[in-house]
């Protein structure tokens, strides 16, 4: 099932005729604050998914082109990156580490943003904003101490994810932190609808411009490990987002461009690069160009 978030935070799962709106049968109320109602359907979805495909079969489809599609989990208990976690991203960068040595750091909640909204570069004079593209995961049950070979049982879904990050040495979460720098979308697809995500093509255009390429079998800590590290040091939950790392072609975005992820199984996610006029804060102020090391 392919289950998105659009508009004023309805649910709707996305058919061949379009995006039908299944919010009563999901229990979301759309306007409720905080948006926990998402998080609440990832948890209680085997639950719900009968009455879910009967709604899906029953109501009218909408065009997807006709609906603004939001960030489809937008208040979970966290989001979970790993950094360099493609060797070829890891000698472009000059890093020395891995994940595998190196773990993971968290993503802000508020990062989070849809397909439907643009990405908003901070002003930031003498700094690039880069594009990383990447498998996000969507744990589905609570997750503590998990066996590798267990990994299975414990994923929802997955989804196209945009790690934005500002360049330079500072402190990686607060350059990863800004509003809306972390899509996600289009939609979840859930586990079941992707055969083999081991092994998945993921590819980044900038404009026309292709920029990433690369293949989840070529992740340096892959899928059942991340699972495993993550947690084995903290409990997930469902609604979870993991942030899988990025392969090898990062690169700067300015205000006009439009980046297009696409994964298989995952579909494409279209999101618009805009400037912002807020920010700027002092640590940035320190001018930063990334020199490719290969
Ligand atoms: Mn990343």
Redesign the pocket.
Known sequence: MRLARYDNGRIGVVTAGGIVDVTDAAGVDPLAWPPIDPTRLVADFDRLRPALERAAAEGTPVPVSQVKLLTPIPWPNKVV???VNYHAHGAEMGAGYRATNQGFFLKPNSSLSGAGEPVVLPDLPGREVHH?S?LGIVIGKTARNVARADWKDYVFGYACLL?M?VRGREERVAR?AYDTFCPVGPWITTADEVPDPTALRMRLWVDEELRQDANTKDLVLDIPGMIEMASAVMTLYPGDII?T??PEGVGPVVAGNKIRIEIDHCGEMIVDVVQGTGGRASMFEEPYQLVKKA
């Open positions: 990156a790993f950094p990383e990447e790690d990050v990863k942030a790392g990025t």
